[in-house]
């Protein structure tokens, strides 16, 4: 549960938990998202929020930057989309029975009508039904590894979500952003094993990092390869 507060740089979600600092996250909106301690003071989360204000705001403007050079996507006979981070142009033709076959270096789409609209929700579907059997294949590999380490053992869910390419919650529930299959494997490996680690640490403190790093050493470079790969 968030509720929205006024800060030194503008609106924020706040959400409160049992860590023990404050969280602060831009997210590639521009949007900012705060998880301070239960009993944080108001005043005090105001307080660290406009001290962080320099970083918040070059956040945002590489947000704003990045997000300035990608076009919108297009869902018409030439157009290109990713999948496991390779580009594939669309060829459709006008027939039945409907169907997305990923054939060399192109989507072949078969539909009732090259409406864009149409494509876009085959091709949607057709992402989604691959996410799940992804995400499901590179999950395998840290089941054994969670067992052996007292964490509950994961599942996936997907789910469509504006500001975050996951969620771990302590149950074992890895959700993950169905766009995410759209990046390359080390990205999306990376993101995986991010949340895994938040299965034994809820919170981005230091015993996470430390975890994160000992599990995925080039997490930083494929943090940086997602936030700046046009999907």
Not at 13 to 35: C, N, Q
Not at 75 to 102: D, F, M, N
Not at 199 to 213: E, V
């Amino acid at each position: 549960m968030s509720e929205a507060i006024d800060t030194a740089v503008g609106p924020a979600h706040l959400r409160r938990s049992d860590r023990k600092t404050l969280g602060v996250t831009v997210h590639p909106d521009g949007s900012l998202e705060l998880v301070a301690p239960h009993r944080a003071p108001i005043n005090d989360v105001l307080a660290k929020v406009a001290k962080r204000a320099p970083w918040i705001r070059r956040q945002r403007l590489a947000f704003v930057e990045l997000n300035a050079n990608r076009p919108p996507k297009r869902y018409s006979g030439g157009a290109t989309h990713r999948y496991l981070g390779r580009q594939y142009r669309l060829k459709i033709r006008k027939g039945s029975p409907p169907t997305v076959r990923l054939l060399g270096g192109y989507f072949h789409i078969t539909a009732s009508t090259p409406a864009e609209q149409v494509i876009r929700r085959m091709l949607d579907a057709w992402m989604l039904d691959h996410a799940r059997v992804q995400f499901e294949n590179r999950l395998q590999r840290w089941k054994s590894w969670c067992e052996r380490n007292r964490l509950p053992v994961p599942q996936i869910r997907i789910r469509s979500m504006s500001m975050r390419w996951g969620s771990a919650r302590r149950d074992g529930t890895i959700t993950l952003n169905p766009e995410l299959v759209r990046a390359s494997s080390t990205c999306i490996d990376y993101v995986l094993v991010h949340e895994v680690c938040h299965l034994r640490h809820p919170h981005h403190g230091s015993a996470f990092f430390k975890l994160l790093s000992y599990l995925c050493p080039t997490w930083r470079e494929a943090k940086l390869r997602l936030e700046r790969t046009d999907l």
